[in-house]
């Protein structure tokens, strides 16, 4: 089946969770059959969902694929092609669905989006009628991995609401995450006022 054309990092129909039973005990949470010290993302002390499927389906524009959003805002790869974004002096480039007038420049932005190599930043708003009605684009000097948004379970191995956000300072609830994003800060972030979008006469950058 032919892929259809879609950020790489939208969630698509045919994606779903696929892991097994979340267990609870005094330690953390882990997956049933399993131990945490195998499981567990032990650099951040999470354990992350796991996800399955061919990513063939319906795109759904404005969803992140949890595990392509990882490893891209990890990487800082663009959320658009999933290679390297790049970098001006002014930092790299994030397109983002917010309203500029809450910020004051530069400003510190928390964000699960990834960053967006320019030639996809230009095509996503000549293309995405969402971002045309309204987005911000900024560059950052810095962008820090700061926590994960995910279901928090408690002491009886009861899950709480979907993408609570958690904080890695948060050393207590940390492994009791099951982790779905990763969450950036972009520090001393401006707002790109350069960007437009793609030109017809422009060739697209798959």
């Not at 290679?83 to 928390?110: F, K, N, V, Y």
């Not at 967006?116 to 820090?144: D, F, N, Q």
């Not at 779905?180 to 798959?206: I, M, V």
């Amino acid at each position: 089946m032919k892929l259809l054309e879609a950020p790489a990092v939208t969630l698509r129909a045919d994606r779903a969770p696929d892991h097994p039973v979340v267990i609870t005990d005094a330690v953390g949470i882990r997956f049933e059959g399993g131990r945490r010290s195998d499981q567990a993302d032990l650099d951040l002390g999470v354990l992350w969902e796991q996800w399955s499927g061919p990513a063939t389906g319906t795109p759904f524009y404005g969803v992140l694929d949890p595990e392509v959003q990882r490893e891209a805002a990890d990487r800082l790869l663009c959320g658009y092609c999933h290679r390297p974004a790049g970098r001006t002096p002014e930092g790299m480039l994030w397109l983002l669905q917010t309203d500029s007038a809450t910020h004051t420049w530069p400003a510190s932005i928390r964000t699960i989006t990834p960053p967006i190599c320019l030639p996809h930043a230009e095509l996503a708003l000549k293309r995405c009628a969402t971002l045309r009605r309204g987005h911000l684009a900024v560059r950052a000097p810095e962008a820090e991995r700061i926590g994960v948004l995910g279901t928090v379970y408690s002491p009886d191995g009861l899950p709480g609401e979907p993408d609570e956000l958690v904080l890695f300072t948060d050393t207590a609830r940390l492994p009791f995450v099951l982790a779905r994003y990763l969450l950036l800060e972009l520090r001393g972030a401006a707002a790109d006022t350069a960007l437009r979008p793609l030109r017809k006469d422009r060739h697209d950058h798959r």
